[in-house]
C-alpha cells in the first residue's frame, strides 16, 4: 500500500475529504492528491499524520498498526469540528458530538 493509499483509507474511516484534511494540515488542497506521483515532503507528511492521530511511520508503511501519537486530544475541539471525531471506527453524527460536548461541559461545571 503507498503512503497516499494510506492517507487516503485513513481519511475515508475518520470521514474526512482529502481537500479538508489538507486543510486542516495547513497544505494546499491538492497537496495530499499530488502524493500519488510522488514522495511527500516530511513535515507536511507530519503535518497529516498529526491531523489523522497516527505516526509518519505508518503512514510510510513501516509500521503495520496505525499506532496513535502520543500528544494529548483537545476534546473540545475534536467535537467541535467537522469529520473529527470518531468511535467504534465510525464518524460521530453532528448531533451526537453536540450531545457529547453538553454533557462535558455540564460535568465539568458542576464539580466546581
Given at each position: 500500500m503507498t503512503t497516499f493509499e494510506r492517507i487516503n483509507e485513513?481519511?475515508?474511516k475518520r470521514g474526512i475529504g482529502l481537500r479538508a484534511l489538507?486543510?486542516?494540515?495547513g497544505l494546499g488542497e491538492t497537496t495530499i492528491y499530488?502524493?500519488?506521483k510522488r514522495t511527500p515532503d516530511s513535515?507536511?507528511?507530519e503535518a497529516v499524520a498529526k491531523v489523522l492521530g497516527v505516526s509518519?511511520?505508518?503512514l510510510l508503511g513501516t509500521e503495520d498498526k496505525p499506532s496513535a501519537t502520543s500528544e494529548p486530544v483537545d476534546l473540545d475541539k475534536a467535537l467541535s469540528e467537522e469529520g473529527m471525531?470518531?468511535?467504534d471506527g465510525k464518524p460521530l453524527s453532528e448531533?451526537?458530538?453536540k450531545a457529547l460536548?453538553?454533557?462535558?461541559?455540564?460535568n465539568k461545571n458542576s464539580g466546581e
Open positions: 485513513l481519511a475515508k489538507a486543510s486542516k494540515a499530488g502524493w500519488k513535515s507536511k507528511l509518519v511511520d505508518y471525531a470518531m468511535f448531533e451526537y458530538k460536548l453538553a454533557m462535558l461541559r455540564a
